[in-house]
């Protein structure tokens, strides 16, 4: 298993929303929640409102983030795939 | 309109379920399985009762309490999916800053899953939101309370435990509707005992006291105080015999038990005459024969003005040969009850029990073949005071054994305190019931402490009445 610890920054906030799809933080409640310093958040956070992965909530001075649940979630197993390489 | 918990025990404690729309706080120390509880009212609300919820967490991730309630079968992922239930993590103040938005993100939520069931673990830390005013932290909660009525949510509101000792009682405790309070105690010196306490219910009527609780693959079950295991019993049975006070008689599940042998252990200040007469009234009305074994300080006359109150003509019995009485006293007797009479003064012990055994039983022997049933009151204190704790010890085993052989029911009044710890532990184990009653300050107490159906009740208090049958148990 893969360190969490080595997986990019912006992996590591998709996880989290994903994993706990009806979280709704602020930035600095994402850093605490992650263990980062919220000056490496923040440009995450735009990123992935970005890539429509997070849905901004509330006006631009207090920011509240939620997951935006994909319309399709599709579990794909890759195990035989790299297995066979 | 009651919304039931389905957590086994609790919903019989609480006398149905939680009144629907009321805010309940949950309060306990580390490890007494509040999350536990909030989540099970949740998922039982969902599975049986079809009430959708949501539960909030200020501290803990969802993900993590997702795996932990994987361990009782709870997917409460697939509630999720199923739109029946949301685990929201969010900080305090964007709750309540949301809470207070019109169509803000809490509204949107409840009307999303259309939720009737909210758990917020934990209001401990909404309190602090404002550490420098303890005002600030009264208003959060009391407009909390005031939201989560006006959604008509049932909500249970989980506490970090607050100190007992403290003679402050903490300000939730007067704005919301209930207290439930769990708590770990030691146990056989060993052992960690989980209770359960229902503090407050407004509205409800609960069953009192600490009720022990396990947290089983199930999750938590709790299993009523003052109950060991029980036989099934029909409380409408023939084989029930009415008391004539109704309150004792649903304690005692319908009556006394036919054939069995009842204790009514009794201090010197209490006033048991009351009840007796009331259950030997009851048995002369349903026709059964009886014999009365007469104290010193408790004549014929006194028990045929008392059974008056009760509405039985004590001289009717006696000429239609239904009441028998065993006197060991030299008292003056009207010439119609001598029949009725049977004289043991003068006997020694030895004669006394060839009295019992060669004229006494025979003739309620062949009494009893005519299909009659006996009832038996018998003084113990008499029979000390006249034929010594040594007799008793020697004969009341053998005397309790033949009458329930033969199907008698029998109510013996003794004194516990009087006789002794050894002699009452002997006589206890010799009865198939015990009711205690006795006088603390100005109050009287009555208590079932054993019983054939296993129920030990907690302490009634009794009321005295002008009417008939005089007396209640509160």
Known sequence: MVSKELVPLQMECTLLFQSNPYMIETAEGISKKLGRKVDDILPIIDQLENQGILQMLGDEFSPLYRYKEPKIIQDIDFSEEVDSI | MLSATGINGLDTILGGGLPAGSAIIVEGAPGTGKTTLGVQFLYNGIKQYNENGIFITFE????????????????????????QLRVISLSPDTLIQQMLL????????????????????????????????????????????????????????????????????????????????????????????????????????????????????????????????????????????????????????????KGNIYMLDTNSKANYRNIITSILAERIKAGDQLLTILSSIQSIEELAALLRLHQVDLDKVIEER???????????????????????????NEKYNHFLKYELYPKINSDMKKDSSWFIYYDLNAIINERGTDYVLRHFATETASARSKGMTVLVLCNFKEVGINVASFLERSCNGVLKTWVDGSYQYLQITKASNGDISKPYLLENMQEFPYIRLI
């Open chain 2, 322 to 348: 239904k009441m028998f009485f065993i006197e060991h006293y030299n008292r003056p007797i009207s010439e119609s009850w001598r029949n009725a009479v049977f004289h043991v003064k003068g006997l020694d």
């Open chain 2, 60 to 83: 803990e991730f969802p993900e993590q309490i997702y795996a932990d309630m994987q361990r009782f079968g709870w997917d409460l992922q697939e509630l999720e999916r199923k739109n």
């Open chain 2, 102 to 257: 019109t169509n803000g993100l809490f509204e949107q939520m409840v009307n999303e899953v259309d939720c009737r069931r909210i758990v917020i673990d934990s209001i401990s830390l909404l309190k602090f939101l404002n550490q420098n005013s303890e005002v600030k932290g009264r208003e959060i909660l009391y407009t909390l309370r005031n939201i989560l009525r006006k959604f008509n949510l049932t909500s249970l509101l989980i506490q970090e435990q607050s100190d007992l000792n403290v003679e402050h009682v903490p300000f939730e405790h007067f704005i919301f509707d209930g207290l439930i309070r769990l708590s770990l105690k030691e146990h056989l010196q060993l052992f960690r005992q989980r209770t359960l306490e229902v503090l407050k219910m407004r509205g409800s009527s609960i069953l009192e006291g600490e009720h022990i609780y396990r947290i089983t693959e199930e999750g938590i079950y709790v299993v009523l105080a003052s109950r060991t295991v029980s036989d099934i019993q029909d409380s409408q049975s023939d084989l029930r015999l009415k008391t004539g006070i109704a309150s004792l008689d649903n304690i005692l599940g319908g009556g006394l038990d």
